[in-house]
């Protein structure tokens, strides 16, 4: 296992950690945790793979307090760097929530790089009025990371999530920075899909894993599922039993072992019908 800096086309610094060997799969940790919740997932998927976890900008080490530069496409670029900075032509790229959203944005805009796609717990693709709440919510979130700390900001929010993000959540807060997670809101004001339709333009196989929680509704997932031209509907989904990251990784890791096996291989092949992970 290696840890690495890598800097995005605006120069930011950013943190992410290498192990095994065998082809290229990143994966990106969802909004509140950071590389280190992903960290059991890939060992178990180390033997087989190169599995690469980057901090997200505004997460982790990957320290980035200027608002500005939270936006889907800088995310999606963030992507493309470390793949050029790895020297990997293709890979595999999947992502919990919001690394979720990003391998969608990603996929859609370098599907020439991106051999198959991995969606765990899809994150809501909003109304306007929803959307609307959510930059609200952010908002307020960010005022109370900074008047009260990141601890503070999350209390009201994560009765509402799966258990499992709680956990993965609170065990990065030691290692986030107050400024930049509450620079990174700002993802807020930008828009990743307007609606579900958009992602028949995805043309990579992908994997999509269903959340459990209003914000990663399972009922969109299995709609994300049918739209994707070569998506996959994952018979295991983030359950109410799961409690840590390792209970992450021992749900997930086969259904997304198989999916990569198969789907890696077959790559060049005709695109396939839609069925179970």
């Given amino acids: ?85 790895l020297e990997l032509p293709h890979a595999a790229l999947g992502g919990t929530g919001l690394g979720g959203t990003i391998t969608l944005r990603a996929a859609a805009a370098h599907p020439e790089r991106i051999r198959a796609a991995i969606v765990i717990s899809m994150e809501d693709i909003e109304d306007d009025a929803a959307k609307e709440a959510e930059t609200a919510m952010l908002k307020a979130f960010a005022a109370r990371v900074q008047e009260q700390g990141i601890r503070a900001a999350w209390e009201p929010i994560l009765p509402m ?42 043309t990579v196989p992908t994997l999509v894993i269903p959340g459990a929680d209003t914000r990663h509704p399972a009922a969109l997932a299995a709609q994300a599922a049918h739209t994707l031209p070569r998506g996959h509907l994952a018979a295991v989904s983030l359950f109410a039993g799961l409690q840590t990251a390792a209970d992450l990784a021992d749900a997930l890791a086969p259904a997304i072992r198989d999916f990569l096996t198969t789907h890696l291989t077959l790559h060049a092949a005709a695109p396939d019908r839609h069925g179970a992970g």
């Avoid at 296992?1 to 969802?30: E, I, K, N, W």
């Avoid at 258990?163 to 107050?178: C, E, F, H, T």
């Fill in 161 to 202: 999530l799966a258990p499992v993000i709680g956990s993965l959540v609170r065990d990065a807060i030691p290692r986030s920075d107050p400024a930049s997670i509450a620079a990174a809101c700002a993802i807020g004001r930008d828009r990743a899909f307007t609606q579900v339709n958009e992602l028949a333009a995805i």
């Fill in 1 to 85: 296992m290696r840890d690495f800096v890598y800097r995005g086309s605006d120069g930011c610094r950013l943190h992410a950690t290498a192990l095994g060997q065998g082809p290229g799969l990143v994966l990106l940790h969802g909004g509140g945790p950071d590389r280190y919740s992903l960290l059991p997932l890939a060992r178990r998927l180390a033997d087989g793979f190169t599995v690469v976890l980057p901090d997200i900008r505004g997460y982790g080490r990957s320290v980035c307090t200027d608002s500005a530069r939270h936006t889907w496409t800088q995310y999606t670029d963030d992507v493309h760097v470390l793949m050029e900075h």
